[in-house]
Antibody, heavy 116, light 107 residues
Framework: QVQLQESGPGLVKPSETLSLTCTVSGGSITYYYWTWIRQPPGKGLEWIGYVSYSGSTSYNPSLKSRLTISPDTSKNQFSLRLSSVTAADTAVYYC??????????WGRGTLVTVSS | EIVLTQSPATLSLSPGVRATLSCRASQSVSSDLAWYQQKPGQAPRLLIYDANNRVTDIPARFRGSGSGTDFTLTISSLEPEDFAVYYCQQRSNWPLTFGGGTKVEIK
């Protein structure tokens, strides 16, 4: 079955760029859209944006100026880059599969802390 | 942006009783609403989509209803594994948004 796994640094310094990768196994990213969602500690969920295998994207306007989501079909992965981070970007970051604009499969999530 | 308001924030109930969770949208989302369950330390899990369709393998005690701006998730008889946080999410307008969540805790 399809599984998703997030990877990347758990600690990022303020003003730097947060970079995460989601590896999809058991299925190809050439079907569906793929998304990032985050959850600050003890808080609710925030949709970040999604990407297709061809690179078409949709971003949350609140993050759009700092955000890049891109696919890597050769590795069956997609990635997130969020620039100029602050403490407010500290969260568990989830990657997920988009099915008719709902999120039907999720990774386990990875905690990213922004701190010097 | 469509704001989803969930109520109550916390529901304290005993196993075996009915749970009724509410999600209200700031403008109509038609039936473009989903419900997710999240247990501590886990990712959310999709339960209901298009307001009232259960995902495969989700027990029949979970029922979604509503349309427009008012939606309800009903758990007919709480099982121990149902105590969790529940989120609604709309896909009607961009950006996609979630409600703030309702925690169902054991009384």
């Amino acid at each position: 079955q399809v599984q998703l796994q997030e990877s990347g640094p758990g600690l990022v310094k303020p003003s730097e760029t947060l970079s995460l990768t989601c590896t999809v196994s058991g299925g190809s990213i050439t079907y569906y859209y793929w998304t990032w969602i985050r959850q600050p500690p003890g808080k609710g969920l925030e949709w970040i944006g999604y990407v297709s295998y061809s690179g078409s994207t949709s971003y949350n306007p609140s993050l759009k100026s700092r955000l890049t989501i891109s696919p890597d079909t050769s590795k069956n992965q997609f990635s997130l880059r969020l620039s100029s981070v602050t403490a407010a970007d500290t969260a568990v970051y989830y990657c997920a599969r988009v099915s008719t604009y709902y999120f039907d499969l999720w990774g386990r999530g990875t905690l990213v802390t922004v701190s010097s | 942006e469509i704001v989803l308001t969930q109520s109550p924030a916390t529901l304290s109930l005993s196993p075996g009783v009915r749970a009724t969770l509410s999600c209200r949208a700031s403008q109509s989302v038609s039936s473009d609403l989903a419900w997710y369950q999240q247990k501590p330390g886990q990712a959310p899990r999709l339960l209901i989509y298009d307001a009232n369709n259960r995902v495969t393998d989700i027990p029949a005690r979970f029922r979604g209803s509503g349309s427009g701006t008012d939606f309800t998730l009903t758990i007919s008889s709480l099982e121990p594994e149902d105590f969790a946080v529940y989120y609604c999410q709309q896909r009607s307008n961009w950006p996609l948004t979630f409600g703030g969540g309702t925690k169902v805790e054991i009384k």
